[in-house]
């Protein structure tokens, strides 16, 4: 198979999986996901999904998430993990925009990355699911099968996304990038992976990964 056929593969098995693509964390505008996107870092989107509710009900925009002190919303969001370094973050992006942006969440790469604890990945998070500009946030998901399924050497994630970009058409990177995650998730996840159930690896997969499942499996 050639890369373009493998990438054709993945293409259409993901189109046929997912036709609708539910975006993983809760929100209902550009800041809500911006501050639930921070708090996903080294989280799971099932625990921040629990969280912000909590957290929105007090404040769910920049101007009422000023007037809570740091400590205030650490305490609200210490389940996720980093609550030290995330509550400052909140609180110190939700100033800068109201002091430079009008309390609105800017809409390009630049603003974005400008600010407290966002980013580049969390950056492209917001411009694709809330601006639809093409962008592909690379996951610990997206990092792990791009290189199971030999599109991608796995270095770091700066080169994963290059390759995402490459490799992939423009127009559907932003619903790629959920795809992905969500197939990930479901059938090919990092511990209790079975290659039986990964039709995407079993077809196009990397040998050296194959080779390695099957020498653990005997």
Same mark, same amino acid.
């Given at each position: 198979?050639?890369?373009?056929?493998?990438?054709?593969?993945?293409?259409?098995?993901?189109?046929?999986?997912?036709?609708?693509?539910?975006?993983?964390?809760?929100?209902?505008?550009?800041?809500?996901?911006?501050?639930?996107?921070?708090?996903?870092?080294?989280?799971?989107?099932?625990?921040?999904?629990?969280?912000?509710?909590?957290?929105?009900?007090?404040? #769910?925009?920049?101007?009422?998430?000023? *007037?809570?002190?740091?400590? /205030?919303?650490?305490?609200? =969001?210490?389940?996720? @993990?980093?609550?030290?370094?995330?509550?400052?973050?909140?609180?110190?992006?939700?100033?800068?925009?109201?002091?430079?942006?009008?309390?609105?969440?800017?809409?390009?790469?630049?603003?974005?990355?400008?600010?407290?604890?966002?980013?580049?990945?969390?950056?492209?998070?917001?411009?694709?699911?809330?601006?639809?500009?093409?962008?592909?946030?690379?996951?610990?998901?997206?990092?792990?099968?791009?290189?199971?399924?030999?599109?991608?050497?796995?270095?770091?994630?700066?080169?994963?996304?290059? #390759?995402?970009?490459?490799?992939?058409? *423009?127009?559907?990177?932003? /619903?790629?990038?959920?795809? =992905?995650?969500?197939? @990930?998730?479901?059938?090919?996840?990092?511990?209790?992976?079975?290659?039986?159930?990964?039709?995407?690896?079993?077809?196009?997969?990397?040998?050296?990964?194959?080779?390695?499942?099957?020498?653990?499996?005997?």
């Amino acid at each position: 198979m050639t890369k373009k056929e493998k990438v054709q593969f993945v293409i259409s098995t993901l189109k046929d999986l997912y036709p609708q693509i539910p975006i993983p964390l809760d929100h209902k505008d550009p800041y809500t996901l911006l501050i639930a996107v921070l708090l996903s870092a080294q989280s799971t989107d099932v625990r921040v999904n629990q969280i912000t509710p909590l957290l929105f009900e007090v404040a #769910d925009n920049p101007h009422d998430m000023v *007037k809570l002190t740091v400590e /205030e919303i650490r305490e609200i =969001i210490k389940p996720v @993990g980093l609550s030290p370094m995330k509550s400052k973050g909140i609180h110190g992006l939700s100033k800068i925009l109201i002091e430079k942006h009008n309390g609105k969440v800017p809409k390009s790469f630049e603003a974005l990355e400008e600010l407290p604890s966002v980013g580049h990945k969390t950056a492209s998070v917001v411009m694709s699911q809330v601006f639809h500009v093409p962008a592909f946030p690379v996951d610990t998901h997206i990092h792990r099968l791009m290189y199971r399924w030999g599109l991608s050497n796995g270095k770091n994630v700066v080169q994963t996304e290059k #390759d995402a970009k490459r490799l992939f058409p *423009k127009d559907l990177w932003n /619903e790629l990038h959920l795809q =992905i995650i969500w197939y @990930g998730r479901q059938y090919s996840p990092a511990r209790g992976w079975d290659l039986e159930k990964d039709v995407i690896t079993k077809t196009v997969g990397r040998k050296s990964v194959i080779n390695e499942y099957l020498k653990k499996k005997k």
